[in-house]
């Protein structure tokens, strides 16, 4: 026991229990490893340490006060969590080897020791009550907070003590535990802390002078809990446990705070002038306060000083009193028990701790669930949701119902229509709305105007392209009458009968769409009347308002309306409630988690699910409620709407509102459907503006074909004149210096004059130019023959279509080496038609041998030509480099050629020149075309 040394008044503290450590970290993960595994016993490895930590730390017990009080809690919180995932009992199957050892409070030789979890509870929750005594007791009780802190520790204390007696105790096996954590010892505790705080109450009151009649219940209530107290202390089990003192102490302060209401009271009764009441007052408080005195020993001095102040100022009052009704009054005394008794009023309660307690905030051992603890809370859970479930579909049902039947009535529109807010149809006024914001008949209009626009533009392109074939067929006529039989040409019809049909076929498809335009434009022009309801904004300004009839026939118009009104906003509170009932509904299960509470309950699961699914009897209530509520209001709103159909003859505003509404509605669908038949107007003719450009690109790239090939035959009959035309002369040097036994070598020929392009540059130049160039590729092929023996060499001539044989022309160079034989190349893709230049040797055969050529040898001199980028392999070459593709496997890029002698030619044609441009050139071993020839692509 300890005393406060504050000079108001004494109040005690309890001591706490003491105990002594042990291991519990390894018992409980053996027992982990054994009945789970040893993977959850690695899972719960941190649990296990903070549980061992912390009850070292009780054991210490040397942190301050608010520090041991946190850690009490969250320890009780952990115990609670183990006990159902750790039995520790003696039975072989449980954790066997855990004793908790606690020594008495009160009698620190005694003590107890237990194989039982709910005795390190019991101890535990003794020893929070303890601390938050001394919080209590340590409390500077001289200030308003320091009375208020003091108060709701010693209440919170009480709340301990109370949790102990009614939650633990019984489970801590009494016959093997100590007294103090008993039933009678926890419920003595208990009144004696609440005793404690409404003392607390009692020195604020007067300290600010409050009325003696507050003063004296408050003091009247203090008197009981000691009371309580002191007939706890003085009965088994406790009467032989606890000090003398301790009983001495409890008795005295009973004693005194009745006393202190008896001279409460009696202050009252002497300004009121009651003096025979007054002096029965005094006397008991006499009576009891020199009784309690004699039976004092051992109390401490302060206690005994207040005792003595108060007596002495009874006694000072008793003999006033006397003496003025002896003097003045004559009034006969009756006898304290006959009078009134005075009123208690407790202040205090014992704090509930169960928030604090709470297990579910210590998240520990989450793996670990018990088998029969996991199959009571999936039924609980069925339980539940069973209830929800019926609560739900009541609420719901009840809610369609209310919908249908204010339908029926067509409530509440015409109330609405009745205040100027008339309502179309939710989904018909978003139609409508969409349709506005569109741009209603003049969306129509510029819809319309788009299509005719396009429908131009496409038979622009159209008449283009139709004109570009027949150009190319009238040229191609021109040319085949010049030439006659000589012209070997396919005729142009022979070949865009294809190109022609789908002009014809896009022809015909553009006639549909005009007539396709004509009938939506006539359809929007007779339906004009119809949708111009659509311009009206907003467009419930287009129905009739409703109004009260001209001739009234009771008068009562506006009162039938202002009860229909009252009475639908009843049902709309009714509707909102029913709301509310839902979410609560929800909010319930969502926070309806009773696992923690089957993992720590002891008892029937049926009584714990009793009691929990008590907690939904009120909603259950409140459902039937509001469902009653509501088919009453139901009732009472078809009486009333009746009054209203008479009152505002409704049948005939109904007719005139239903009518502008089937037009409104008759009109956005209209709307809708002339908008899809132009959107796919629209498509079509982006489509076909699609199509028909295609198409003209490819009737562009026939009629380019065409003229390469007008120009090269041009070429070719220009140069079998000119051939003709050729006589002999000296015989001027070959290559290399060595004289040509088969005379003056011919330059490439000049561009013939009817030709319109531009003559190609020389190699270097060609090489830099900005000019498009187009790529020719070729493989030579040559028969073997006999060293200086003239190769006869062969061509491979590319076009969109091969022809069946090549046709020679002299348009570029070739490279000539003998007995050399060549693999063809695969189809490679072409721009035009390609020609593949073949000239004769024109120089003696050379007194070196060549080196031996590969079997194949492919060059491509790639200038700016990307539709061969696919299939060959280039580079945009510097200088005179060229990229050199062997034999399929290898790749070499050279930008020098190499060395070799110079019996082989690259002839290169140049602007009006007519020597070969070897300078420029490139010199391989190989049988190699190189062909580069300037075209214009565009």
Same mark, same amino acid.
């Given at each position: 026991m300890a005393a406060s040394s504050v000079s108001i008044n004494v109040m005690l503290a309890i001591h706490g229990k003491k105990t002594q450590a042990f291991d519990l970290y390894k018992p409980l993960?053996?027992?982990?490893?054994?009945?789970?595994?040893?993977?959850?016993?690695?899972?719960?490895?941190?649990?296990?340490? @903070?549980?061992?930590?912390?009850? &070292?730390?009780? *054991?210490?017990? !040397?942190?301050? #006060?608010? +520090?041991? /009080?946190?850690?009490?809690?969250?320890?009780?919180?952990?115990?609670?969590?183990?006990?159902?995932?750790?039995?520790?009992?003696?039975?072989?199957?449980?954790?066997?080897?855990?004793?908790?050892?606690?020594?008495?409070?009160?009698?620190?030789?005694?003590?107890?020791?237990?194989?039982?979890?709910?005795?390190?509870? @019991?101890?535990?929750?003794?020893? &929070?009550?303890? *601390?938050?005594? !001394?919080?209590? #007791?340590? +409390?500077? /009780?001289?200030?308003?907070?320091?009375?208020?802190?003091?108060?709701?520790?010693?209440?919170?204390?009480?709340?301990?003590?109370?949790?102990?007696?009614?939650?633990?105790?019984?489970?801590?096996?009494?016959?093997?535990?100590?007294?103090?954590?008993?039933?009678?010892?926890?419920?003595?505790?208990?009144?004696?802390?609440?005793?404690?705080?409404?003392?607390?109450?009692?020195?604020?009151?007067?300290a600010e002078n409050k009325s003696s009649t507050l003063c004296a219940r408050i003091a009247k209530q203090v008197g009981l809990f000691y009371e309580e107290a002191y007939a706890a202390l003085v009965l088994p089990p406790l009467n032989q446990h606890f000090d003398k003192s301790w009983v001495s102490h409890v008795q005295l302060k009973a004693a005194q705070f009745h006393g202190e209401a008896l001279y409460r009271v009696s202050l009252d009764l002497h300004a009121a002038e009651e003096i025979d009441k007054e002096i029965a007052r005094l006397k008991a408080a006499t009576t009891i306060l020199a009784d309690a005195k004699k039976q004092s020993k051992g109390v401490t001095g302060p206690l005994m000083d207040a005792v003595t102040k108060l007596e002495l100022n009874v006694t000072r009052n008793l003999e006033r009193a006397n003496k003025e009704n002896d003097r003045v009054y004559?009034?006969?005394?009756?006898?304290?028990?006959?009078?009134?008794?005075?009123?208690?009023?407790?202040?205090?309660?014992?704090?509930?701790?169960?928030?604090?307690?709470?297990?579910?905030?210590?998240?520990?051992?989450?793996?670990?669930?018990?088998?029969?603890?996991?199959?009571?809370?999936?039924?609980?859970?069925?339980?539940?949701?069973?209830?929800?479930?019926?609560?739900?579909?009541?609420?719901?049902q009840e809610s369609d119902v209310t919908r249908v039947r204010l339908k029926e009535m067509d409530l509440p529109d015409v109330l609405l229509a009745l205040d100027g807010n008339i309502q179309l149809p939710e989904q018909l006024r978003d139609d409508v709305e969409a349709v506005q914001v569109e741009g209603a008949t003049a969306a129509l209009e510029q819809e319309l105007q788009h299509l005719r626009e396009l429908r131009k533009e496409n038979e622009r392109l159209l008449a283009e392209t139709e004109g570009l074939l027949e150009k190319e067929e009238r040229d191609d006529g021109q040319v085949r009458a010049q030439f006659g039989t000589r012209w070997t040409r396919p005729q142009s019809s022979s070949l865009t009968k294809n190109l022609k049909d789908r002009a014809n076929g896009f022809a015909s498809n553009l006639k549909q769409a005009g007539e396709s335009d004509a009938r939506i434009e006539k359809t929007i022009k007779d339906l004009e009347p119809l949708l111009s309801i659509l311009k009206v904004q907003p467009i419930e300004a287009a129905i009739p308002p409703l109004a009260k009839p001209i001739v009234s026939v009771h008068g009562n118009e506006d009162q039938v309306a202002h009860g229909l009104r009252q009475l639908l906003n009843e049902l709309e509170k009714v509707g909102s409630q029913r709301a509310g009932l839902e979410d609560a509904l929800k909010s319930m299960k969502q926070k309806d988690n009773i696992l923690p509470r089957l993992m720590t309950y002891s008892g029937s699961y049926e009584e714990l699910f009793k009691k929990e699914l008590a907690k939904y009897d009120a909603i259950t209530a409140d459902v039937q409620s509001n469902v009653a509520r509501q088919e009453e209001l139901l009732k009472l709103i078809k009486d009333q709407n009746d009054l209203f159909v008479q009152a505002f003859q409704l049948a005939e505003y109904r007719g005139a509102r239903d009518k502008v509404v089937d037009q409104i509605s008759r009109a956005a669908a209209k709307y809708r459907e002339l908008r899809e038949n132009m959107n796919e107007g629209v498509k079509f003719y982006i489509t076909l503006q699609d199509a028909i450009t295609a198409l003209k690109q490819q009737c562009g790239d026939f009629v380019m074909t065409r003229d390469i090939q007008l120009s090269e035959m041009l070429e070719?009959?220009?140069?079998?004149?000119?051939?003709?035309?050729?006589?002999?002369?000296?015989?001027?040097?070959?290559?290399?210096?060595?004289?040509?036994?088969?005379?003056?070598?011919?330059?490439p020929p000049q561009e013939s004059a009817a030709s319109n392009r531009p003559p190609p540059p020389a190699a270097a130049a060609a090489l830099g130019g900005a000019a498009t160039w187009a790529v020719r590729v070729c493989t030579v092929v040559v028969r073997r023959g006999r060293p200086g023996a003239a190769a006869q060499p062969r061509a491979a001539a590319y076009a969109t279509t091969p022809p069946k044989r090549a046709t020679p022309s002299w348009r570029g160079t070739a490279a000539f080496v003998p007995a050399v034989a060549a693999v063809p190349l695969p189809p490679l893709p072409a721009v035009g038609l390609w020609s593949v230049p073949v000239l004769p040797p024109p120089f003696a055969a050379p007194r070196t041998p060549f080196p031996r050529a590969p079997d194949r040898a492919t060059v491509v001199w790639a200038l700016d030509a990307p539709p061969l980028r696919r299939s060959v392999l280039y580079s945009r070459p510097t200088g005179v480099g060229v990229r050199v593709r062997r034999a399929a496997t290898s790749v070499a890029t050279a930008t020098r050629p190499p060395r070799v002698p110079a019996m082989a030619g690259v002839w290169l044609p140049t602007a009006g020149a007519a020597e070969p441009a070897s300078a420029a050139a490139a010199v391989w071993p190989a049988a190699t075309v190189l062909c580069a020839r300037r075209i214009s692509l565009a």
């Open positions: 993960r053996n027992y982990i490893v054994h009945h789970y595994s040893e993977r959850e016993a690695q899972d719960a490895e941190d649990d296990l340490r @903070a549980v061992q930590e912390m009850r &070292l730390q009780v *054991v210490a017990a !040397q942190d301050a #006060l608010e +520090a041991r /009080r946190d850690l009490l809690q969250k320890y009780f919180r952990a115990l609670t969590v183990m006990e159902s995932r750790f039995p520790i009992s003696t039975e072989r199957e449980h954790v066997n080897t855990v004793t908790f050892t606690w020594w008495d409070a009160f009698k620190n030789a005694r003590k107890a020791s237990q194989q039982n979890i709910h005795f390190e509870k @019991a101890a535990i929750m003794f020893n &929070l009550g303890a *601390v938050q005594s !001394q919080l209590g #007791l340590n +409390a500077e /009780r001289s200030t308003a907070n320091g009375l208020k802190q003091a108060c709701n520790c010693f209440q919170a204390a009480a709340g301990a003590y109370a949790y102990l007696r009614d939650n633990v105790a019984m489970k801590a096996n009494p016959d093997l535990a100590t007294p103090d954590i008993s039933i009678e010892c926890a419920g003595m505790l208990e009144r004696l802390m609440l005793a404690q705080a409404q003392e607390c109450f009692f020195e604020k009151v007067t004559l009034m006969r005394v009756p006898h304290n028990d006959s009078l009134p008794a005075i009123q208690a009023t407790p202040l205090v309660k014992s704090m509930n701790l169960d928030d604090a307690l709470d297990p579910n905030k210590e998240k520990m051992f989450t793996g670990l669930v018990p088998d029969s603890s996991a199959k009571a809370l999936s039924r609980y859970t069925e339980m539940v949701d069973d209830i929800i479930r019926t609560h739900n579909n009541k609420l719901q070719d009959l220009q140069r079998q004149v000119t051939s003709m035309t050729i006589s002999g002369g000296n015989k001027p040097a070959g290559p290399g210096g060595y004289p040509s036994p088969y005379g003056a070598q011919p330059g």
